[in-house]
């Protein structure tokens, strides 16, 4: 085999991997039940992960338009983003992953948001003892 045919599938092998979004093909498949599973991501930019769930927490991540993350649970007193708002208020959902990184709930296909800041089914994040 050439270099340059080793090279092209090297390049191959890379690009794939970097366009994975964490979710085997086989399990993402979106949740149409409510609660903790696989979503779709709705943000034509894709997202960007975060160690915590505030804009201004360190980016560990992204996943792309169409990709399927996992959550597992939500909090509702993360950071506003300073646009989106609903029930009259900052919309401060955010969505932790099976990684352990968060995303900003707007932009995933999560159900709705209720007032009390959860998407229907969706348990809040526990943290602590």
Same mark, same amino acid.
């Given at each position: ?6 090279? @092209?599938?090297? %390049? #191959?092998? %890379?690009? #794939? !991997?970097?366009?994975? !979004?964490? @979710?085997? @093909? ?6 149409? @039940? ?6 779709? =991501?709705?943000? *034509? $930019? ?12 360190? =980016? *560990?991540?992204? #996943?792309? +338009? ?5 959550? =597992?649970?939500? %909090?509702?007193?993360?950071?506003? $983003? /300073? ?8 919309? *401060? *959902?955010?969505?932790?992953? !099976?990684?352990?990184? +968060?995303? +900003? ?12 800041? +959860? !998407?229907? /089914? ?8």
């Amino acid at each position: 085999m050439s270099w340059r045919a080793r090279a @092209a599938g090297a %390049v #191959a092998v %890379v690009a #794939a !991997s970097l366009a994975w !979004s964490g @979710a085997p @093909a086989a399990q993402a498949t979106e949740n149409t @039940a409510n609660g903790e599973g696989w979503y779709r =991501v709705n943000a *034509t $930019d894709g997202v960007f992960k975060r160690e915590w769930a505030d804009y201004g927490a360190r =980016v *560990t991540g992204s #996943a792309n +338009y169409g990709s399927m993350v996992y959550v =597992v649970c939500q %909090v509702n007193n993360g950071g506003w $983003d /300073g646009v989106h708002t609903q029930y009259g208020r900052p919309f *401060t *959902t955010w969505d932790r992953l !099976s990684d352990g990184s +968060y995303v +900003y709930d707007w932009w995933i296909g999560t159900p709705a948001v209720a007032e009390d800041g +959860y !998407s229907p /089914g969706m348990p809040a994040c526990v943290f602590g003892p």
